[in-house]
């Protein structure tokens, strides 16, 4: 005789649940961006414009303008992460103190639980940061594989202006010395339809912000220096314009080599599932069959811009 338990839920560590689902909804991009929920397959950003055409008044009509519908699609990937963690592999370490007594009692939960999640958490947002921007289904890499990335997707589209039309090559590269005159240039070039909007962000990777608030300094602009703000700061000349130090842009294997980007944070539309399909696919528990604690964390995920053309993108060349 045995106990029956397959009519009961698998056990759900629920501080796990709530700290992925803070990765999953958050991170520096999804910070600004619009969330588009319910989103399980190729899902449409619809996509409304108009124009208006001035005609003299008098005592007839002639109807003109034309208003057009158009669509960009977000084409999400289901992204799984397993982990089997066999806690006697602790016996022999310094966390085995904080195991619990007995062989079969020791395996059944995670001894510093919270700092696991927490890690794991961190791990995520990183990897969903990269893939965000640097994503490319066609990469062959596990972390990058997954959805297209913003990258990917602005210079398919081939509408977005050009950023460096003199041609900053990648041997010159950026500096502290040339790295506002490159951002000032990308905003000088931003389209007038855009330019007084009160979303704009400069979006580029962690060392061009670093650079620029090294060019801060040596430029004594320190009235620029928003107290507080360790990743974003006003563009000096345009105080509409935030520059927002993203991690998911820094360089990885496959990946882009440090563009920048100007654009509004409304273009940007991330499409998950329901918040809470995210929380239910969080799952850890103690298998007794195979004596292992099993972690899954499953989400979809995916992304794109409504108006590529809106957007100056700078990359070296």
């Not at 397959?6 to 501080?15: G, K, V």
């Not at 992925?20 to 588009?36: D, K, M, N, T």
């Not at 944070?265 to 991330?270: D, G, K």
């Not at 604690?293 to 070296?316: C, H, S, W």
Request: proline share 4%.
């Amino acid at each position: 005789m045995a106990f029956d338990v397959s009519a009961l839920p698998a056990y759900t560590e629920q501080n796990a649940m709530e700290l992925i689902v803070a990765s999953v909804a958050e991170g520096q991009l999804a910070r600004y961006s619009q969330i588009q929920t319910g989103v399980k397959s190729p899902t449409t950003i619809n996509i409304l414009d108009t124009d208006v055409v001035f005609q003299t008044d008098g005592c007839s009509r002639s109807a003109d303008g034309t208003t057009t519908l158009t669509q960009r699609t977000i084409t999400p990937g289901a992204v799984a992460i397993h982990e089997d963690l066999c806690m006697t592999d602790l016996a022999a370490t310094y966390e085995s103190v904080m195991l619990k007594q007995g062989l079969t009692n020791e395996k059944e939960e995670i001894p510093f639980a919270e700092l696991y999640f927490n890690l794991k958490v961190k791990k995520i947002q990183e990897s969903i940061a990269i893939a965000d921007w640097q994503g490319d289904i066609l990469s062959g890499s596990a972390q990058l594989s997954q959805y297209d990335g913003l990258d990917k997707q602005i210079l398919a589209a081939g509408t977005a202006v050009n950023g460096n039309p003199t041609g900053i090559t990648v041997a010159t590269g950026y500096t502290s010395a040339t790295i506002i005159s490159i951002f000032l240039g990308m905003a000088e070039l931003m389209p007038t339809n855009i330019a007084g909007s009160d979303d704009l962000k400069l979006y580029c990777a962690p060392a061009q912000f670093l650079l620029y608030q090294r060019a801060i300094a040596d430029g004594n602009y320190f009235h620029y220096v928003s107290e507080g703000q360790f990743y974003s700061m006003p563009l000096i000349g345009f105080p509409n314009i935030e520059v927002v130090s993203d991690p998911g842009m820094t360089t990885i294997g496959g990946g882009t080599t440090n563009n920048c980007y100007i654009m509004r944070a409304s273009n940007v539309h991330i499409g998950v599932d329901l918040p809470e399909e995210e929380s239910t696919d969080v799952r850890s528990w103690y298998d007794p069959n195979d004596r292992i604690y099993k972690v899954t964390i499953a989400f979809r995920r995916g992304l794109n811009v409504a108006f590529p053309d809106e957007i100056v993108r700078f990359a070296l060349v």
